[in-house]
C-alpha cells in the first residue's frame, strides 16, 4: 500500500501552515501536500492521485464549489472535505450535495477535522482495494474465459453434449462440486436456460446465485448480448429509479448529463437484479409496468423508451415470506417468477472438500505458494463448520488459511473461523493452543466488527442509510463489510 498522500487547497497562508502541522503530529505516515490556489491545485491534481482533498470554499478566482466540481471530474473517487466560514450552512449543503464527502466548519475543531480526514483516508483505501481486487478479478475472469472456449472447442471436436458440458466449464465450475444437492440445479439450468422465462433464482448469501444466472445467461440465445449485473442493496433509495431506468440531463440536482438506465445497458442480453426484495415498492411498481409494457420511463423523461432484456432476479430470503409480510408486490412477484430456481447452502451439500480442494489448487497457483492439501484434522473442522458465508466463504477461508500454512493446511491454520464450543474443545485437546497471536488478534477484531454491525443495524431496523450515519462510515464502506459478514439487513427489518 502507497504512503497516503493527501492535498490542502486554501488562500489563508495561516491555515496553510497549521493544519499541515496538525497532521504531521497526529497522522503518522500521511503525506501533505498544499496549494494556494484552486488553479495550483489542479495542477498537482493532474499529477498526482491523492487519498483526500481538503479545499476552502471561499477562494479568489475559481472557488472551491467550482474546484470541487473539477475534483468529481478528474478523480470521482478521491473524497473532498470542504472548508466552510461561519454562517455558510447553505454553502456546506451545496458542497454536500456536489459531491463532497464532509465539511469543516470555522474555526476548525482539530479533533474533528483529523477524525473525519482519517475516515476519508479509510474510505479511498478501501475504494483502492476493492478497485485493485475487481481487476484482478477481470483479469481472472479474461484467462478463465480463455480456457473455457478452449475447452469447449475442445469438446466439440470430440462430438460431446456440448451444452451441459458448456454448463460445467463456465465459471459455474467454482460452484459445483461432485454434489447430488447441485444435480437438480444444473438439470434447471440446462431446462431454462435456452427459453425466454424471467426466473428468481433463491439462496443464501454466498451460494453462488449470480454464477447461476450468468450460466444461464450463456445458454441463452442472448449470449452474445450484455450480461448486466445490479445489486439492488447497494444503491440508496433515492438512486435506484435513475440507475435502472436511466435519466435525463438536469432530471435531479447532480444530473449533469443524460444516463442510461440498466435496463437500456443491458439491450439484447440478461439483465441480473441481485438482492431484488431491496427494492422501494413505488420502484417495484414502476418494474411491473416495465416488465409487462417493455418500455422505460427515464427519470426526469416524458417519453417512454423500448427495451429488449431478459430478467434474472434473485433473492437472499425467500420471496413469498417478504410478499407475505407486505414488503413485495405480489404482482411483480407473479410475473417475475417464470421460473425458479433454488440453490442450497452450502452446509447441506456434501462437496465441501471437493470445493475447498479446488479452491485450494486455485489459490497455491495464485499466490505462488504451493500447498499440498488439506489434513484430515483441519478437514473436520471444514465439515463441521456451518458456513453462514456458504461457497464465497469457503473460497475466502481457503486462501486465508494458505497464507498461514507452509505445507499442509492444519487446524491452527483455521483458527479464525468461529468454531462451536465442541469442536474448540476437541481443538485444544488433540492440538494444544498453539494458534498464531496475529490470528486470534484478527478473530476477535472481525467478530467485534461484525458485532457493532449487527448492533446498529438491529437498532436502525435495518436501514442502512441510518446505520451508517450512526457509525460514522460511508454508506458503501457499510455495505461492503455487510457483504463479507453475510449480514443481511432485510432480517433486522423484521426485529
Not at 98 to 110: E, N
Not at 122 to 134: F, G, N, P
Not at 429 to 458: F, K, P
Amino acid at each position: 500500500m502507497n504512503q497516503p498522500r493527501v492535498l490542502i487547497v486554501d488562500d489563508d497562508r495561516a491555515l496553510l501552515q497549521a493544519l499541515p502541522e496538525t497532521l504531521r503530529l497526529r497522522m503518522e505516515g500521511v503525506t501533505v501536500d498544499t496549494a494556494d490556489s484552486a488553479a495550483a491545485a489542479l495542477d498537482r491534481i493532474a499529477a498526482q492521485d491523492y487519498y483526500a482533498i481538503v479545499t476552502d470554499i471561499k477562494m479568489p478566482g475559481m472557488d472551491g464549489l467550482a474546484l470541487l466540481a473539477e475534483i468529481r471530474r478528474l478523480r470521482p473517487d478521491t473524497p473532498t472535505l470542504m472548508i466552510t466560514g461561519h454562517g455558510e450552512h447553505a454553502l456546506a449543503i451545496h458542497a454536500l450535495r456536489g459531491g463532497a464527502y464532509d465539511f469543516i466548519q470555522k474555526p476548525i475543531d482539530r479533533d474533528y477535522f483529523v477524525a473525519s480526514l482519517r475516515r476519508a483516508i479509510q474510505m479511498s483505501e478501501l475504494s483502492r482495494r476493492v478497485k485493485d481486487q475487481q481487476q484482478a478479478l477481470e483479469r481472472r475472469a479474461n484467462e478463465l474465459e480463455r480456457i473455457v472456449e478452449e475447452r469447449t472447442r475442445e469438446l466439440r471436436e470430440a462430438n460431446e453434449a456440448n451444452k451441459v458440458i458448456g454448463v460445467i466449464g463456465s465459471p459455474l465450475r467454482w460452484l459445483i462440486g461432485p454434489s447430488r444437492q447441485m444435480e437438480k440445479v444444473v438439470q434447471q439450468i440446462k431446462q431454462v436456460g435456452d427459453s425466454p422465462l424471467m426466473i428468481i433464482i433463491e439462496g443464501e448469501t454466498g451460494t453462488g446465485k449470480e454464477l447461476v444466472a450468468r450460466a444461464i445467461h450463456h445458454l441463452s440465445n442472448r449470449r452474445e448480448g450484455p450480461f448486466v449485473a445490479v445489486d439492488c442493496g447497494a444503491i440508496p433509495d433515492t438512486l435506484i429509479e435513475s440507475e435502472l431506468f436511466g435519466h435525463e440531463s438536469d432530471a435531479f440536482t447532480g444530473a449533469d448529463q443524460r444516463k442510461p438506465g440498466r435496463f437500456q445497458v443491458a439491450e439484447g442480453g440478461s439483465l441480473f437484479l441481485d438482492e431484488i426484495v431491496n427494492l422501494p415498492l413505488p420502484t417495484q411498481a414502476k418494474l411491473l409496468r416495465a416488465l409487462q409494457e417493455r418500455q422505460v420511463q427515464p427519470v426526469g423523461s416524458e417519453r417512454p423508451v423500448p427495451v429488449n432484456v431478459r430478467i434474472i432476479a434473485a433473492s437472499n430470503v425467500p420471496i413469498e415470506r417478504e410478499v407475505a409480510a407486505g414488503r413485495f408486490r405480489e404482482d411483480a412477484y407473479y410475473r417475475l417468477s417464470e421460473f425458479a430456481i433454488t440453490v442450497p447452502p452450502l452446509r447441506e451439500r456434501d462437496d465441501i472438500l471437493d470445493l475447498a480442494n479446488g479452491f485450494l489448487a486455485e489459490a497455491s497457483m495464485e499466490f505462488g505458494r504451493p500447498c499440498r492439501g488439506i489434513s484430515e484434522a483441519a478437514a473436520r473442522v471444514l465439515k463441521d463448520y456451518p458456513w453462514p458465508g456458504n461457497v464465497r466463504e469457503l473460497r475466502n477461508v481457503v486462501r486465508r488459511a494458505i497464507l498461514f500454512a507452509s505445507d499442509v493446511i492444519e487446524p491452527e491454520h483455521l483458527s479464525f473461523l468461529r468454531i462451536g464450543a465442541s469442536q474448540a474443545t476437541a481443538f485444544r485437546e488433540n492440538r494444544s493452543l498453539d494458534g498464531s497471536l496475529e490470528a486470534i488478534r484478527e478473530a476477535a477484531a472481525a467478530d467485534a466488527e461484525q458485532q457493532a454491525i449487527r448492533r446498529v443495524l438491529q437498532a436502525t431496523r435495518g436501514n442502512e442509510s441510518e446505520a451508517a450515519r450512526l457509525r460514522r462510515t460511508d454508506y458503501k464502506a457499510l455495505y461492503f463489510k455487510m457483504k463479507q459478514y453475510g449480514i443481511e439487513a432485510v432480517r433486522f427489518r423484521e426485529s
